[in-house]
DNA sequence: CGCAAACCTTGACCATAGTCATGGATTCGT
DNA sequence: ACGAATCCATGACTATGGTCAAGGTTTGCG
């Protein structure tokens, strides 16, 4: 196979290590993988799941469309991350879509696989259970979020994911364009940028897909605050 | 035991059905039972969990509190809802808080048994897939709503949901205190309010906890309008 | 019954974010 | 290297919803 080197990274994805052990070669072996262009569609909403889906390479959003047409992005993920356990398990239909969102590499596990192995190794549920109660806390975080931050504060949440120090300052890459940023955040463009202009005065500075941040503690001190505070401190 | 009429609540929830016939008698015999009066908490956040919990009366509501205070709330349950199966079957924290809203009665069915049995029979972790499953897809929804719709919009969403039928009028009766409603809804009372307000355009007449809904139809298109279009219909 | 507390509505005002329009910058294909 | 297209920032304006304050209504308790 030319995939050795796909199959390195998806066994380093949380989902294929969660697995037992002495599944996971079976598993990988029959997997298959398959390239995406930016915009093309890995399923859609409503569709019947036939498989797991374990990102390699490049980033895929998954969203729906409301019956207005607005669009509202769930989860964007890139390498080793992986969505649609739970249905592929069950066999019911996506409540979302995917979308490749720049080029992207993914990983596709039949969910007849799974599930006959999943009658052998119940330890396998597990395993999608873990995965899938991950993807439901994601999901509570946002609603937070959503509700009880203003736009600013989503941005900067969003960046101290992006940062792995929790301190001091930092230098990050934003990872994907501005647009999807917006939508993940819940706002549109427009307000995106009006909210990094507002992150400047918590020592946020933007240059083309680089954010500087002047001190990680400040700006995580600004998420907390009560949205009325933290305008007092503008 | 005194609670035969409370376990054949529980045998008419969801969850409790989706089980494998078999072990249904096992886990009720083994749940206990426990009255809750209003405002007092089930759990709270970042405890670890040892039952999964089945609403057999009155209101509980699941939700988080931000750092600056405010209070997100993720869903509200009654008879026959169940939450914290993920993370019972798991042995993890919750990640949310659960508050009885009403004066409740709430059965509770430990870890332990459930885990225990499950290695016997790989089914009851389908099941509690499948319940997870459920929150997340109804998680989807509500940050589809928060994300595309006006808090108008959304409160007519929430009266559909009340009633049952799909067109011509209906009457339906507001569950639980408009605070909370309104917190589900992700807005304050005073919006919530002016919410219903905007709705008599709509068809929609509020009196105490009663809501006539003239024409569900109707109330469901302009659920499904730009809220702009929403708008100029008023 | 009567008072107090809780709940709900309304008004005035303001912050936040969406819309529309414009212009600058970057990227990409030829 | 040129031009087109995309992406992004900004301004002006508007709508939505949060905040604060006041007042009405309902509920429950003594």
Not at 40 to 61: R, S, Y
Not at 151 to 175: H, M
Request: aromatic letters at 6%; glycine letters at 6%.
């Amino acid at each position: 196979m030319a995939h050795e080197h796909y199959k390195a990274i998806a066994r380093n994805s949380l989902l294929i290590r969660s697995l037992p052990e002495q599944h996971i070669e079976t598993l990988l072996s029959h997997a298959n993988f398959r390239h995406y262009e930016r915009g093309e569609n890995v399923f859609l909403q409503d569709e019947e799941a036939t498989a797991i889906h374990v990102v390699i390479d490049g980033w895929v959003k998954l969203f729906r469309v409301a019956p207005n047409g607005a669009e509202a992005v769930v989860s964007v993920f890139t390498r080793g991350g992986s969505f649609g356990e739970a249905v592929a398990l069950r066999g019911t239909n996506y409540p979302v879509s995917a979308e490749a969102v720049t080029a992207a590499e993914v990983m596709h596990i039949p969910s007849s696989l799974l599930i006959s192995l999943m009658k052998e190794d119940p330890q396998i549920g597990l395993s999608i259970l873990a995965s899938t109660f991950m993807h439901l806390h994601s999901l509570v975080e946002q609603l937070e979020q959503l509700k009880a931050q203003t736009g600013a504060q989503r941005v900067a949440e969003f960046l101290l994911t992006l940062c792995q120090c929790d301190c001091g300052p930092s230098e990050v890459i934003l990872p994907y364009d501005k647009v999807l940023i917006a939508g993940r955040l819940g706002m549109k463009p427009e307000s995106l940028s009006r909210a990094f202009a507002r992150l400047k005065t918590a020592g946020v500075k933007i240059k083309k897909n680089h954010a500087a941040i002047e001190d990680v503690r400040r700006l995580r001190e600004y998420t907390e605050d009560d949205p009325a505070d933290a305008w007092s401190k503008a």
